[in-house]
């Protein structure tokens, strides 16, 4: 293929939060558009299932449930194509039990301007394989993938919450949590202060024994239909939505069964709800940071967002497993990992990211690139030293507004160095990423 002067991308269906899936000066390469993508083979007896990548998980679902499989690994939307979960490495409610989706790959055909059409696995252009997978698009163009899906008695969810008052609760509960359920995620009061900063709702989940087995989501309650001019996810709005939604569960821990998708996509059974963040749109922030000191780096991250005056309309606090990742440049690590929403209020909202940037970074962590808008070339590489490999293996004719503004920027930077008097060329080096580890402000 002939590249465009800005380069292709491959695109899913947009769901990322950030700029990983723009290429506003090149040519998208739409996976959802010309021929339908389908499902070209499925074994329920072995739970294997090829596809185009363009197909959306929502479709897997629905193709899969009825033989009792579920996809193993599922972010908190269904509308994520399968080459989008594949680039992306996304993780979700289960990381600690089955890691992330990368893990469930078993093979997938890449076209790559150079090369050609090539077969990826874990034995055959295994470099390639571990350079797509949380690669962001950049390695080539995904064309069909084989994966492995789990089995599960139903759809339904047995879902176990346990209130908790303060932050220091939650850390003593994750572990426990884990170790017993399928799923375990957190939502978090930003807005509590004082005792209660931190308090929340540890929401557990497992498939029900006897349940649902259609696989197919309930249309959405409601829909947004305009955007309003300024966001009502803030001030005491926010406030008295977040009071309501702690006083909802009882003390103590309750059970219930729900549908799947009450479960795994909450914001799905809500029609344009991003136009809730107003005409700006929204920023998140999504880091990972160690288990050692875990409490007291989400603590600061939390109490960072209330000192700027930002509330985040859904927080959400996961514990990471030890389950590695295939791919090369996959975000989850063992640790917690800690998700921010905030409406976009410009120079104000920009300060408070770089410095939750700053925090996750000196905390030895990293920032989610693929929910990413605007992180500094530091930042990214503080979090992900193995970029400079996914340079290497990244196609020619591909670019992305995120690797331009991140990965191009820093090896712009490291030419640059290049021509450093070479007595002076290795002290610079070693200095600008002692430093880069300690502050995202290094390439500002």
Request: charged fraction near 20%; proline fraction near 6%; aromatic fraction near 10%.
């Amino acid at each position: 293929m002939d590249a465009p002067a800005d380069g292709f991308l491959p695109f899913g269906n947009g769901r990322s939060y950030g700029d990983s899936c723009h290429n506003d000066a090149g040519t998208l390469i739409d996976s959802r558009l010309g021929c339908r993508p389908r499902i070209r083979d499925f074994d329920p007896g072995e739970g294997t299932l090829t596809a185009d990548v363009g197909v959306l998980l929502s479709e897997i679902t629905r193709h899969v449930a009825p033989a009792g499989w579920f996809l193993p690994v599922t972010p908190g939307t269904q509308f994520v194509t399968l080459g989008g979960a594949i680039a992306n490495d996304v993780h979700g409610k289960n990381h600690h039990r089955r890691g992330t989706f990368g893990r469930w790959v078993v093979s997938f055909e890449l076209e790559r301007s150079d090369r050609g059409r090539l077969i990826c696995s874990a034995n055959q252009n295994a470099d390639l394989f571990r350079a797509t997978i949380a690669g962001m698009g950049l390695t080539g163009l995904i064309r069909t993938a084989t994966i492995r899906l789990l089995k599960v008695p139903s759809l339904s969810i047995v879902e176990t919450t346990t209130r908790f008052d303060r932050l220091a609760d939650y850390f003593d509960l994750a572990e426990e949590a884990d170790a017993r359920h399928e799923y375990a995620v957190a939502w978090i009061d930003s807005l509590a202060g004082g005792a209660s900063l931190g308090r929340g709702h540890l929401i557990a989940g497992d498939h029900a024994r006897h349940g649902d087995r259609s696989g197919v989501a309930r249309p959405p309650l409601a829909h947004v239909p305009l955007t309003p001019p300024v966001s009502p996810l803030a001030g005491l709005s926010l406030r008295a939505f977040n009071q309501s939604y702690y006083r909802k569960a009882r003390r103590g821990t309750h059970q219930r069964t729900v549908p799947f998708d009450s479960y795994f996509y909450p914001l799905d059974r809500i029609g344009a709800w991003n136009r809730l963040y107003g005409p700006r749109g929204l920023f998140q922030h999504q880091s990972v940071v160690p288990e050692k000191d875990g409490e007291a780096v989400v603590r600061a991250l939390i109490a960072c967002a209330r000192a700027h005056r930002h509330g985040s309309f859904l927080t959400v606090l996961k514990r990471f497993g030890g389950l590695s990742s295939p791919g090369l440049l996959s975000f989850p690590r063992p640790g917690y990992t800690l998700t921010l929403d905030f409406p976009h209020r410009g120079a104000r909202t920009l300060a408070l990211l770089d410095e939750l940037d700053r925090i996750t970074i000196a905390a030895g962590g990293a920032v989610n690139p693929y929910k990413d808008a605007r992180m500094s070339p530091a930042t990214f590489a503080a979090g992900f030293p193995e970029w400079r490999e996914l340079a290497a293996h990244r196609d020619p004719a591909i670019m992305s507004d995120f690797w331009r503004r991140t990965g191009q920027t820093l090896l712009e930077r490291d030419a640059a160095l290049g021509q450093i008097n070479a007595s002076n060329c290795h002290e610079f080096r070693d200095s600008s990423f002692t430093v880069a580890r300690e502050s995202s402000r290094h390439f500002a």
